[in-house]
């Protein structure tokens, strides 16, 4: 199937849907006390996951920068601003660590993926059903 890459408003799009999801996710860890120790881990970096996706895409459909470097800059951002929290006295986390690196990977594989183009794909599909009917 041919791919086409995304635009500026898939771009944001994606942004604003991971934005929804890693607020939600932060919403819902402080409104219920979860005794779980995998699932508040999970609230708990579901935020950091999202939020390099976020920036990712924001600064995809932005930036004249539209490669996996864009992408790994967002990555790195977000990474330093993890280790800072270490002196600015506030919580650092390695969960935190590993759902900005999986974070980067989602949005690494979204971009290299690409978008279906939908046209060729139906055109594509149209034509050797006619062929098949033919023979």
Known sequence: MLKRPYDRQ?????FI?????????KFIRRINHVECDLV?????????FFAVI????????????KHQKGIFFCFLG?????????????VFDIYDIIALLLGYLFAL???NY????ISNTLELKS????DYVEK
């Open 127 to 130: 034509s050797s059903c006619i």
């Open 78 to 90: 977000s990474l330093i601003y993890e280790f800072e929290q270490v002196w600015s006295s506030r």
């Open 54 to 65: 976020g920036i990712a895409f924001l600064s995809l459909a932005y930036t004249k920068v």
């Open 40 to 48: 508040r881990i999970l609230l708990g970096s579901f935020p950091s």
């Open 114 to 117: 690409g978008k279906p183009n």
């Open 10 to 14: 898939d771009y944001l799009l994606l």
């Open 17 to 25: 849907f991971s934005g929804i999801l890693g607020l939600a996710a």
């Open 109 to 111: 594989a979204v971009y």
